[in-house]
């Protein structure tokens, strides 16, 4: 079984940064792509950053240029970098690791509030 607890949220001015991490307990090997989403109050969950098993990232068009997705195999952690932050960018952000051949092998973490406010 693999869980995944996410930190790094909380409060910020826009215009700042911050670095979400996702810590993975159980085995999250290299066939496991990596995603973080995100959901606002009154809107649908989305896919913010994915990081395939081949090193591809996919970013969605409103974060690109300003987010950035990586993963430390060692420490069992992907995280997020988030620059110039804006705030329609507030929302609960959730990590995500889903086996590339294995369908009920898909986890997410419990979500942690990214909130940017002045």
């Known amino acids: 079984q693999v869980q995944l607890v996410e930190s790094g949220g909380g409060l910020v001015q826009p215009g700042g940064s911050l670095r979400l991490s996702c810590a993975a307990s159980?085995?999250?090997?290299?066939?496991?792509?990596m995603g973080w989403y995100r959901q606002a109050p009154g809107k649908q969950r989305e896919l913010v950053a994915a990081l395939t098993t081949n090193g591809i990232t996919n970013y969605a068009d409103s974060v690109k240029d300003r987010f950035t997705i990586s993963r430390d195999n060692a420490k069992n952690t992907v995280y997020l970098r988030m620059n110039s932050l804006k705030p329609e960018d507030t929302a609960v952000y959730y990590c995500?690791?889903?086996?590339?051949?294995?369908?009920?092998?898909?986890?997410w973490g419990q979500g942690i509030l990214v909130t940017v406010s002045s």
């Open positions: 159980g085995v999250i090997g290299s066939s496991f792509t």
């Open positions: 995500r690791a889903s086996h590339t051949r294995v369908a009920y092998m898909d986890y």
